[in-house]
């Protein structure tokens, strides 16, 4: 190594780069569309937070596109084929383990852990390859009408999850009292806020406060009384998930016990649910006269509050998540568009993603990553994933369809802690040292004029990085690329592509370890 | 979230050296060991938090009370089955396992303080806004308010010199498992560390410091980025310490094998390798019993998770006990309500409001708190009503345990609490010789229309300040503040409102409560 060589050497080893000012923290684009023609870093952005972000190829193929025209196609049109099962699993009994010899009890048990293993490395496979938002806002309606897959010694059946899923991916951008109505006569759901044990005389309220609390209006907007009535309403709804239980109307499809439904009148947010007779104490008028009236009642009394709560979690998981930092202006007129839309979901997610205030500087590179996110994105962006990612997002708190509570992910700055973070630098190392060095040349090919060392690492930092970095860090990246080679050397190491995969996996592995390397 | 082991713990090393804080005790003098042995700030405390809501009134179970067994009629313990702890309390069967030390023993040994009617004022049935109150030690009912960080974590982030540019050598909290709680958080960085598995942090943590500077916190990017860097910098600092104290460390017993009691083994063991953590936090999920919360045989989800929290307790306490650290730590359960009185038709209970709370450790006054639950004057919506505000015990950790002063803990609550006394105050040879002791004080007349005199013997010349608290621990005024010269003191009072009281006496920095009824 010539004296030069080796203090450059020095200079990249020992020497942290400063950076330059962060964008700004005002954020001034409000509600309005954002009309500017869209550049390559507004590519990026919008499909990091709407979806799980964009290859090289198909970020390029919308520059200069305007923002309401990718948004309407990343969005879909909500009526897309059903999903293919993971399995044919999906379709079968599981047997009931209460009661069974150890042994049975313990086979059956295994078998569940298999087939949720399955059900969440295809889901997770799905987001990786997803081209639109279907995935991505199929797990953001996922991660707030919360069940557990595992919740004490209570199981969700990874049957009941799997057809779950469906109706979060159908219903994503229809009318939210839709999605309401399905979601209270889910059989995962009667099974784990204990719907299904909800029976006249002796209401079990737990539903019944989570439909207002966590899921529509937020605390506050109800009494308790309120509470105890919509209890009273949502009675004798019940379900299965052992083929030794009653299934009237086949396997994991709720049924109506008409024994256990409260007929008396209730009174709910001011308003009253009729009395019935015996004679109309059936599914079909239950459901539509008292179960989808309640429903109706929380939009219609508390239409600020559900605009206001819905709007807000959207906001908190696409844009911006601190507690604290909000803009209450924006907020608000994204609530009021969502009511002005009379709930419609679609109106919702649209006015979003293409505001002014999505697309403006302050907000980019804001938001933590989650798990999935971080997982899904690198797998998308890298061309390359781990086998059992399920494993992977599980050891960074994330197991799919598991969430700690029915509160779901505390989300924010949670994700981050001194458990997660190495994992998660772990699973970086591992994945970028598991790319073989044809998949790393065919990887660095996609990038235009890769065989000019500055411009490639501009683009692999613009790539996967949230945020423009300053020239001393771009410096410090080019080194962890060339290694004290000099730059019009990068073509003749383009030749050898066991050299050329080895020092953009040093370049990625360096990139790894930047904090914003978790933002998004 | 699945019901996992948390730990893989290897087998305890033996150590063959006697050790102090894991370091050979040769290795001091005499005089640094009296220091080390008097030395303030080597207390510990762990805070138990049981989530879901526990069942207060199958915990400690009123047997002489008919109304109990009224509205319990198939969940409630029966006088004979439960177990008469010192002609005091009745505790539920599950909480003294055969053949265990566990908090029935340590109930009879002077190791448990009972806190019955523990709670807050408006109870909000809420699980995350409950558990918010209680974590972030603000009781606020405007669900606007956000609750964003912890108590512990407001005081140590005050408290530590420099935090948190300069980082303590040390965490100064440590959780066992999960993201890091609110609890642990402050405004200023968490104080904490979130720890699975000792060797696997070390695995992963080394070498994970960031090789870039802070960011300016002027941008929302720029706050996230940092927040981020210290994560890193504590993953890859702390990772090594805490390996030092796990390798060092050790237990005595083989603990049971179940996750929490893996919890309460890891502390113990890495209290024992000489961590100078200040706070543990450890948790137990599972106990919001809307269903199947005890069978008539009295099995079931409650007793399973009662007899696994006294097994972890138990355990660790006699493993403390034969390590020598028992009078250095303080236990306390955290749980964000209790459950409706009258049982449900799910054989559960749904969430209720007041309910009882463990105080434990060597330096606890053992005993029990606050009078059994009152049935018959349940509230408005049918819960029992709360004794004693939950944060009187948290102002005795602060100030009887941490050493803080009242004005500390007033910063921390932002209101001030009359510690509830359920913690010994050590005294010394220097506290008699500076008059720091409790006084013998006298108030008369008592009840009074009016004023009232406070008198006392009084040994050395002090300074002295009485404050008047209400019932409920809460602050209402300071009367009185002054000097007092060797011999009988007589103060007049003169209270501002009518009321039930607490005259708090403080000589010298040494508080002595003395109720004071002022009728009118």
Redesign the interface.
């Known amino acids: 190594m010539e004296r030069r060589q080796f203090i450059n050497h020095l200079f990249a080893l020992g020497k942290r780069p400063s950076l330059a000012d962060g964008p700004p923290l005002m954020v001034e684009g409000g509600i309005e569309p954002y009309t500017t023609p869209l550049t390559l870093e507004d590519v990026l952005h919008l499909y990091r937070r709407a979806g799980f972000g964009a290859t090289m190829a198909q970020a390029r193929a919308q520059v200069g596109r305007q923002a309401a025209d990718v948004v309407n196609e990343l969005l879909g049109t909500g009526d897309e084929p059903p999903h293919d099962p993971p399995g044919p699993w999906v379709d079968t009994w599981t047997e009931n383990p209460q009661g069974a010899d150890l042994q049975t009890r313990l086979a059956i048990e295994r078998s569940w852990d298999a087939n949720m293993a399955n059900l969440a490395n295809w889901w997770i496979g799905r987001m990786a390859s997803d081209t639109t938002s279907i995935e991505k806002l199929t797990l953001f309606w996922s991660s707030h009408w919360v069940t557990e897959f595992g919740f004490d010694n209570i199981f969700s059946i990874p049957q009941m999850l799997f057809r779950q899923l469906q109706i979060f991916r159908t219903k994503r951008l229809g009318d939210l009292r839709e999605m309401a109505l399905e979601i209270t006569l889910d059989p995962a759901m009667l099974q784990y806020l204990g719907g299904t044990y909800n029976i006249k005389g002796r209401a079990n309220e737990n539903y019944a406060r989570e439909l207002m609390e966590l899921f529509l209006t937020g605390i506050g907007w109800y009494t308790e009384g309120d509470v105890k009535e919509a209890a009273r309403v949502l009675t004798g709804w019940r379900t299965q998930r052992f083929s030794d239980e009653p299934a009237p109307n086949d396997k994991y499809v709720t049924w109506f016990d008409a024994a256990a439904h409260d007929i008396g009148a209730k009174q709910f947010l001011g308003q009253t649910i009729a009395a019935r007779t015996e004679d109309n104490n059936t599914a079909f008028q239950v459901k539509f006269d008292e179960v989808f009236k309640l429903i109706q009642i929380i939009f219609d009394v508390r239409a600020d509050a559900v605009s206001g709560f819905i709007a807000d979690k959207a906001y908190r998981y696409f844009v911006y998540s601190s507690p604290t930092e909000v803009d209450p202006t924006f907020l608000a007129d994204l609530a009021a568009a969502y009511r002005n839309a009379d709930f419609d979901l679609r109106a919702l997610f649209a006015t979003m993603f293409t505001s002014a205030h999505f697309f403006d500087p302050a907000i980019r590179g804001a938001q933590i990553t989650t798990p999935l996110e971080y997982l899904a994105g690198l797998q998308r962006r890298l061309g390359k994933g781990l086998a059992n990612p399920h494993q992977w997002v599980e050891n960074m708190d994330q197991p799919v369809m598991d969430p700690p509570t029915v509160a779901g992910w505390p989300g924010y700055r949670s994700w981050i802690s001194t458990n997660t973070y190495p994992m998660r630098r772990t699973y970086a190392r591992t994945l970028i040292q598991a790319m073989s060095d044809a998949e790393v040349n065919t990887w660095i090919r996609t990038f235009d004029e890769y065989d000019d060392a500055r411009k490639f690492t501009a683009n692999v930092v613009t790539f996967l990085l949230p945020v423009a970095v300053s020239q001393e860090r771009m410096d410090y990246y080019l080194q962890a690329l060339l290694q004290n080679a000099p730059d019009y050397d990068w073509p003749s190491i383009l030749n050898d592509a066991s050299a050329a995969a080895k020092r953009t996996r040093d370049l990625l592995i360096t990139l790894s370890k930047a904090p914003d390397f978790q933002l998004c | 979230?699945?019901?996992r082991t948390f730990l893989k713990t290897t087998a305890a090393a033996s150590v063959g050296t006697q050790l102090l804080g894991g370091v050979p005790l040769r290795a001091f003098s005499p005089d640094q060991l009296q220091n080390l042995l008097e030395a303030d700030d080597d207390r510990i405390l762990i805070v138990v938090q049981l989530?879901g809501g526990n069942d207060g009134l199958n915990t400690i179970i009123p047997v002489d009370d008919p109304e109990y067994y009224n509205i319990r009629p198939v969940i409630a313990v029966q006088k004979s089955d439960a177990v008469s702890v010192l002609s005091r309390v009745h505790m539920h069967p599950a909480l003294a396992p055969a053949g265990s030390y566990n908090l029935k023993t340590m109930f009879e040994d002077g190791r448990l303080a009972i806190v019955q009617g523990i709670g807050y004022e408006n109870p909000?049935?809420?699980?995350?806004?409950s558990t918010d109150i209680w974590l972030s030690g603000f009781n606020s009912s405007d669900?606007?308010k956000?609750l964003?960080d912890g108590w512990l974590g407001r005081y140590w982030a005050n408290k530590i010199q420099g935090f948190p540019e300069n980082l303590p050598s040390d965490p100064t909290a440590v959780q066992i498992?999960?993201?890091?709680s609110m609890l642990l958080?402050s405004p200023k960085g968490?104080i904490g560390?979130?720890?699975?598995d000792p060797e696997k942090?070390f695995e992963?943590?080394q070498g994970?410091s960031?090789?870039?500077?802070p960011?300016?916190e002027?941008?929302?990017?720029?706050r996230?980025?940092?927040?981020?860097?210290l994560?890193?910098e504590?993953?890859d600092r702390?990772?090594s310490v805490v390996k030092q104290a796990f390798d060092r460390g050790r237990n005595t017993l083989t603990y049971d094998d179940n996750g929490f009691v893996k919890q309460m083994q890891l502390v113990a063991r890495l209290i024992s390798g000489g961590l100078k953590s200040k706070v543990y936090l450890v948790y137990m999920?599972?106990f919001?019993t809307?269903?199947q919360q005890q069978n008539e045989d009295l099995t079931g989800?409650h007793p399973f998770l009662l007899e696994k929290l006294s097994l972890g307790i138990g355990q660790f306490m006699q493993d403390a006990l034969a390590q020598g650290f028992a009078d250095r730590v303080v236990g306390m359960t955290v749980s964000e309500f209790g459950r409706r009185p009258y049982q449900?038709?799910?054989r559960?209970t749904?969430?209720g409001a007041a309910s009882v709370q463990f105080v434990f450790g060597n330096k606890v006054r053992a005993g029990v708190y606050g009078d059994a639950p009152d049935l018959a004057n349940l509230n408005s919506?049918g819960d029992l009503r709360w004794q004693y505000d939950y944060r009187r015990v948290y102002a005795d950790i602060l100030e009887t345990w941490f050493g803080g002063t009242p004005e500390a803990t007033e910063a921390v609550f932002e209101e001030r609490f009359l510690p509830l006394g359920v913690l010994q105050r050590p005294t010394s040879v220097q506290d008699a010789y500076d008059g720091r002791t409790q006084v013998n004080v006298r108030a008369y007349p008592n009840p009074t229309a009016t004023s009232a005199v406070l008198e006392w013997q009084q040994g050395v010349p002090a300074g002295v300040t009485i404050e008047l608290y209400g019932t409920d621990g809460r602050f209402v005024e300071t009367l009185h503040r002054g000097t007092v010269q060797p011999g009988t003191v007589q103060i007049p009072i003169h209270p501002s409102r009518p009321g039930a009281f607490i005259c708090n006496v403080i000589v010298n920095g040494r508080p002595t409560p003395v109720p004071l009824s002022v009728v009118r």
């Open positions: 979230m699945k019901r989530f909000n049935l809420s699980h995350f806004r669900p606007n956000r964003i498992g999960g993201t890091l958080q968490d560390i979130a720890l699975t942090f992963q943590g994970l960031p090789d870039l500077d960011m300016p002027d941008s929302r990017y720029g996230e980025f940092n927040f981020i860097r994560v890193a504590q993953s702390y990772s999920g599972g919001d809307h269903v989800l449900n038709g799910s559960g749904d969430h919506n």
